[in-house]
């Protein structure tokens, strides 16, 4: 059993991303701050990302007009005080990172301070941007402001494990409920911390490496939205799940994402012999919704028996497409594409997670002390459908909320209690790490076929029966072994599993990202669908 003091901090903030930073950095005006990084600091999503954020920058664009737009996305299932927060304080979030140093691309003209592009579901153009490497500007600027500011401390290579609640407290029956800290796995010395706070963030990103096909980097399993729930908090909406309708298809390279602004910027989807077919499944054809395009190209590939589909950028502008995808374009020649000449091959594959840990404008979770933000969550904002350059936005916009709860809910926070050290007396090193990898592959490989972009009752209970054996296996390996990083994100992409096929098993229409063959209309009015832990 491990005996060594604990970490401290006045909060600590799991994932540095643009959620997590963004928290950090307005959190350390006056707190101490922890941010835990499970790889490098810019391993997770934000510095992928390519599109951009959406605000209402240009003179003709109204924040009702992006208010509309996000709950038609949404297909009416957002919660509107909370799309109308977001939309409304997109303008100081972008003039926050500009502050920061972020170069976003600037106007065409004086008059334009930004060059806003357009993507699908925007009825105008209102994304700000850096190019197409939106995601790593910011992400980049946010680190430099972090890592320069004395009150933070970042520390990467460390995989969280489970919240500190009173159930971990000495003298359990006298603690108060709520988020004490958390343990933590040390990459390095194979150690598990604990780690003691008054506030716990999580900002861990969401779950679509459950999933075999994803544009998402390794790391996005769901680790914070599963930490929740063992806690005690409801999750909701975790049926909705995004596919992006172009992942690069490439034996190369498994996750690379073609931004949704080449189609807003005039790229057409074709099938491999020259046919646009968009406009045979949406009027708005490739600026329809991501779940439109997405099933389109999912139909289009099943009814002729296809691996993937074109995104065509060939009838514009050399110079055009070189200078407003810069990043795209040298990674795509450098795998033998020129998108200049030839068109892109694409496919759909996971992309984000649009249902978590339910929580309030502030971020604030069921369990006292402990907030979600960023894609860990499910806000209100997005419904059944997350808009395009709405999940950056959400980010920065939730981060700083929640810092904002804490400062002002801090000096009546309690300290947290003695916790007990992570025990180990019980277990073993593992003899067979090959059960870990086998699940992995089972799971991502049944999830994809069965709970995927069209889904049946059927398929559901198959993937149900198969998410049960595997809970088996997983815990009675876990009560047994040592843990790795492996063998938790397993534990956790299983947990993620059962919960996604629970919430598309209890939606009975078709509804946003949720798109089921045996219920293929709407019920009314819109529900979301909310789970409840046992806390026994």
């Known amino acids: 059993m491990s005996v060594e003091d604990p970490l401290t901090a006045d909060v600590v903030v799991v994932g540095s991303g643009a959620a997590g930073l963004t928290c950090a950095i307005a959190l350390s005006e006056t707190l101490s701050v922890l941010v835990l990084s499970k790889a490098g600091i810019s391993a997770g999503s934000t510095a992928w990302a390519q599109g951009g954020i959406a605000a209402v920058l240009d003179e003709g664009d109204t924040f009702e007009a992006h208010i509309e737009d996000t709950m038609i996305a949404g297909a009416g299932l957002n919660d509107r005080r909370i799309v109308e927060f977001v939309v409304e304080q997109a303008p100081a979030a972008i003039e926050r990172l500009a502050a920061l140093g972020v170069p976003f691309t600037p106007g065409e003209t004086v008059s334009e301070r930004f060059h806003l592009t357009r993507e699908g579901g925007h009825r105008a153009r209102r994304i700000v941007h850096v190019d197409d490497a939106t995601g790593w500007a910011v992400q980049k600027a946010l680190e430099r402001a972090a890592l320069e500011n004395p009150r933070i401390r970042v520390m990467t290579d460390q995989v969280a494990i489970d919240i500190a609640t009173e159930r971990h ?17 040390d990459r390095a010395s194979g150690r598990v911390r604990r780690i003691l706070a008054r506030a716990v963030v999580l900002a861990t990103g969401g779950a679509s490496r459950v999933y075999r096909f994803s544009t998402n980097p390794d790391g996005s399993t ?5 930490m929740a729930w063992r806690a005690g908090c409801r999750v909701s909406n975790m049926e909705f799940n995004q596919f992006h309708p172009t992942c690069l298809y490439n034996f190369q390279v498994k996750n690379f994402l073609i931004t949704e602004a080449m189609r807003g910027e005039g790229g057409i989807l074709r099938t491999p012999d020259g046919r646009r077919f968009m406009p045979d499944h949406d009027p708005r054809a490739e600026l329809a919704p991501r779940d439109i395009v997405a099933r389109a190209i999912d139909a289009e590939m099943k009814r002729a028996g296809l691996d993937f589909v074109h995104l065509d950028m060939t009838h514009l502008p ?7 995808f810069p990043t795209i374009v040298e990674r795509l020649r450098a795998l033998g594409i020129d998108p200049v000449t030839e068109p892109i091959p694409v496919v759909p594959a996971a992309h984000y997670t649009c249902g978590g840990v339910l929580v309030d404008r502030h971020g604030r979770t069921d369990l006292p002390g402990l907030y979600a933000i960023g894609e860990v969550s499910q806000s209100g904002l997005h419904g059944a459908n997350r808009m395009a350059s709405n999940s950056l936005l959400e980010c920065l916009v939730f981060g700083a909320s929640a810092a904002d709860d804490i400062l002002a809910r801090f000096a009546e926070t309690p300290p947290p209690p003695a916790i007990r050290p992570w025990d180990e007396s019980r277990v073993t090193d593992s003899d067979e790490e090959v059960v870990v990898s086998h699940n992995w592959a089972e799971l991502r490989r049944f999830m994809w076929n069965y709970v995927g972009i069209v889904r049946t009752d059927r398929r559901l209970e198959r993937a149900a029966r198969r998410v049960e054996l595997l809970r088996e296996e997983v815990d009675h390996y876990y009560g047994r072994f040592r843990v790795t990083p492996n063998l938790l994100e397993l534990r956790n992409v299983v947990e993620v599993a059962d919960l996604i096929v629970r919430s598309a098993q209890s939606r009975k229409e078709s509804r946003g990202l949720h798109y089921t063959t045996d219920y293929p209309g709407l019920s009314d009015p819109p529900r979301d669908t909310i789970l409840y832990p046992s806390r026994a």
């Open 169 to 185: 407290a000495e003298g359990h029956g006298f603690a108060e409920r709520r988020a004490h800290g958390l343990y933590a796995l």
């Open 222 to 226: 769901g680790d914070g939205i599963a």
């Open 318 to 324: 050399e110079g055009f497409v070189e200078s407003h």
